[in-house]
């Protein structure tokens, strides 16, 4: 297929010595009703750069998030001048260990993992986002346990006769390297990353076997480079997919008067697919970025990725045409809140001093999407435009999408309230945090009841 001889050719380019690698094959392909998007992940030996310190490691490709076919049977065809499917395959080099003669299969399951969340949540990535895994990338008991995602250093783009190809590198992390990331932002993890053989080196090689951070292995990195860039920049962290809830106290529960209001603590009711696809593009627009802070509103036109700032020019894979027949922002109604109740798990909570210091401080926005659900939270500063909480009424719900204006003083202050949520091995859930003067309240809760909402 013409999509596929494309990256097919770009692979030759790079690897003419090696025109049949092995590869990790779907049996069923997805298009058939199979559970793996990547029809095909293939893999090369790359002898590495001995001048520029590169060492010899496996080099693995996808096929299978761009449109490999151009008869819709995966992806719809909108032209070639646009991405193709999603507008990127994805890569990843592992340090090949002495005497290892073939190349592992375990990073095309990785490659599988993250191509199911791209097709289920239709959510894209871009160089900078990171990927919060929470195990070791081969199951083993190795440090690197997260990813961050950059362009692959060698491979260019291609243009095939469905669209244009990118190519994003996987990149192993430790859990220390990926809260730096969320703290700062990725690309500048990503070049400290870069500086340091052993954790990357120029070609961001994952070596498994790597059992210190970069913050260990030159602690000058932390100080001097990462906390003096997050006083100067902020975060770049704008959203999060995330366990989160909010509560209304302004009115009982069994007040119906706005059909469209989510009442979590009750059964949480049921959003339309124009309500979801509502919701899902105004956080898309709303993670953005900008050249001044700006909230968008909600409307029929149409970042995603996982937890990142936006370039606005890239295509949004949510594209469809029912956009068109969402009902306009206009016919649901915002409504003034006044007093609400938030409820995060552990590490949601975790990252509510980052959204404070790294974002609001800055005037800036960040958003808390759930992923069990269409409920998000929007904290804006004073200086975001575009939102429909004020000053005046700080608390406002735009249907399921809640959005809390706090000012400087108030975050300097739950800063100080909040500070042990950085100290997650003293913590005991479930914990709760409240200003009521402010008539806001704060709950750290287990995952389980998330997980099981009607508990």
Not at 134 to 148: G, T
Not at 283 to 290: A, K, P, Q, S
Not at 409 to 414: A, D, I, P, Q, S
Request: glycine share 8%; proline share 8%.
């Amino acid at each position: 297929p013409p999509g596929l001889h494309g990256i097919y050719g770009e692979c030759r380019r790079l690897y003419p010595d090696q025109p049949n690698p092995l590869q990790v094959t779907a049996i069923l392909k997805y298009w058939l009703g199979g559970p793996d998007p990547l029809d095909y992940v293939s893999m090369y030996r790359n002898l590495g750069n001995p001048v520029l310190n590169v060492p010899e490691h496996w080099h693995y490709v996808s096929f299978g998030l761009s449109d490999l076919y151009g008869d819709n049977r995966v992806h719809e065809f909108t032209g070639t001048d646009g991405p193709s499917g999603f507008g990127f395959e994805l890569t990843f080099r592992l340090k090949r260990e002495t005497g290892e003669s073939a190349p592992p299969t375990w990073p095309a399951e990785l490659m599988q993992g993250l191509a199911r969340y791209v097709f289920q949540s239709e959510n894209t990535f871009c160089s900078g986002d990171h990927v919060s895994w929470h195990s070791p990338l081969d199951n083993s008991e190795s440090r690197i346990q997260h990813m961050l995602l950059t362009e692959d250093p060698q491979m260019q783009p291609v243009q095939t006769p469905f669209g244009i190809v990118t190519f994003l590198q996987i990149v192993g992390v430790c859990t220390e390297e990926l809260h730096a990331a969320q703290q700062w932002n990725g690309q500048g993890i990503l070049e400290l990353l870069r500086t340091v053989p052993v954790a990357g080196g120029p070609w961001l090689i994952t070596d498994m076997r790597r059992g210190e951070t970069i913050f260990e292995i030159d602690p000058h990195l932390q100080q001097e480079r990462v906390d003096k860039g997050i006083e100067t920049d902020g975060s770049n962290l704008s959203g999060v997919s995330a366990k989160c809830a909010w509560d209304d106290l302004s009115r009982p529960p069994e007040d119906d008067e706005d059909s469209r209001s989510i009442c979590i603590g009750t059964q949480p009711r049921r959003l339309s697919g124009k309500d979801t696809e509502q919701i899902r593009e105004t956080l898309r627009r709303g993670l953005e970025i900008n050249s001044k802070p700006v909230l968008p509103p909600i409307n029929a036109q149409r970042q995603n990725g996982l937890n990142h700032d936006r370039a606005p020019s890239r295509k949004d894979s949510l594209e469809s045409e029912s956009s068109a027949a969402i009902i306009p922002h206009e016919l649901i109604r915002t409504r003034q809140l006044e007093s609400v109740h938030l409820k995060f798990n552990q590490e949601s909570g975790a990252l509510i001093p980052l959204c404070l210091r790294g974002r609001l401080l800055h005037g800036r926005h960040f958003t808390y999407k759930s992923i069990t659900g269409d409920t998000a939270i929007t904290f804006v500063s004073t200086g975001v435009e575009g939102a429909f909480a004020t000053e005046e009424h700080p608390y406002a719900a735009h249907g399921p999408w809640l959005q809390i204006l706090l000012t400087e003083e108030f975050v300097e202050r739950m800063l100080e309230d909040l500070e042990d949520l950085n100290s997650p091995e003293e913590f005991k859930l479930p914990k709760e945090y409240s200003w009521p003067e402010k008539k806001l309240k704060v709950s750290i809760l287990p995952d389980a009841v998330f997980d099981n909402p009607l508990h």
